[in-house]
């Protein structure tokens, strides 16, 4: 009975590493990841404005704010996954370059763009979806809004200035100062708003480390508008096509990721065993020199398949 109690009780030790090492590698792993893609896409648009390579974020907000929007010529549509522009929220102290698509890859580097729905600054409803607890979580605060703070998009065409404002009258599961919930399948808040004036729309996951509602933050435009895109630029649609689904798009769980997963776990078991065998019947110090790398490297593959099975937050 001791050695049961002993033995249950390793496993249970165990287990509980493995679920805080996971929990750290969603926290601040998945931030480190995000934190490489946002220097990526930095340099990327430093390269499309023809400045140097290496900018900071705010180097390239500060150079797309030189673009004057009434002048500035037709944008064309953004290739999905590439930077699309930068969003600052000073309340929130955020500042990041968000990319064309609403993927699981795509929000992986930064806030997305859902495409289908204007580019931040044109005429509509322009759609931003970001992560609250993971990769960087740049929608972390935007539950502190509140009407009148400001939103200010960067794009190839200018500086826009959005403020925002009170949650719509209407259904909600939850309602705060500047924000509302709904349920993942009520795509219409990312469709067109009654009345006149452009919008910019915020999603995010609901509540934190949760993906079971969507909690919504909404701005109105209080700049001038540039030029629309010309059908030769690469005009977009201003609606998503298929609004019911749009809010689950890349914060849904990839089935696919399961078995590679499990068999790269069931690995790093092996590997952690061999190396326990080996330091107890031969020499300690090979075992850890070689077992402890192979499976910290197959541990954190692992979570890279379980992060992408799990729903994101």
Not at 4 to 23: D, H, P
Not at 162 to 175: L, N, T
Request: with cysteine; aromatic share 8%.
């Amino acid at each position: 009975m001791a050695r049961l109690v002993g033995a249950l009780g390793r496993v249970l030790i165990t287990a509980g590493a493995l679920l805080l090492a996971f929990a750290a590698f969603q926290l601040w792993g998945t931030g480190l990841e995000e934190s490489g893609h946002q220097d990526d896409l930095g340099s990327e648009l430093s390269e499309r404005l023809g400045v140097s390579d290496d900018s900071s974020v705010g180097d390239v907000a500060a150079d797309l704010e030189q673009l004057a929007p009434a002048t500035a010529p037709s944008a064309a549509e953004t290739p999905e996954g590439e930077a699309a522009g930068v969003i600052r929220i000073p309340r929130i102290g955020l500042e990041k370059i968000f990319v064309a698509g609403t993927s699981k890859p795509d929000l992986k580097k930064g806030p997305g763009h859902y495409l289908g729905t204007p580019t931040p600054g044109q005429a509509g409803n322009a759609a931003i979806a970001g992560h609250r607890t993971t990769y960087g979580a740049p929608f972390n605060r935007i539950d502190e809004l509140v009407p009148g703070d400001r939103i200010e998009t960067f794009t190839l065409q200018g500086k826009f200035v959005y403020q925002v404002v009170a949650p719509p009258d209407g259904p909600s599961i939850e309602r705060g100062p500047g924000w509302w919930s709904v349920r993942p399948t009520q795509g219409e808040v990312i469709g067109p708003v009654e009345g006149e004036g452009n919008w910019l729309t915020l999603t995010a996951c609901h509540p934190k480390y949760s993906a079971e509602q969507r909690i919504i933050v909404r701005a109105q435009l209080v700049a001038d508008t540039p030029p629309a895109p010309s059908a030769e630029a690469g005009e977009r649609p201003t609606t998503p096509s298929n609004p019911g689904s749009e809010l689950d798009t890349g914060l849904g769980g990839d089935p696919g990721a399961l078995l590679p997963a499990i068999l790269l776990g069931l690995a790093g078991g092996m590997v952690w065993l061999v190396a326990w065998l080996v330091a107890r019947r031969w020499k300690r110090w090979p075992a850890v020199l070689v077992g402890v790398p192979a499976f910290g490297v197959l541990l954190w593959f692992c979570f890279v398949f379980v992060d992408r099975w799990l729903p994101s937050v």
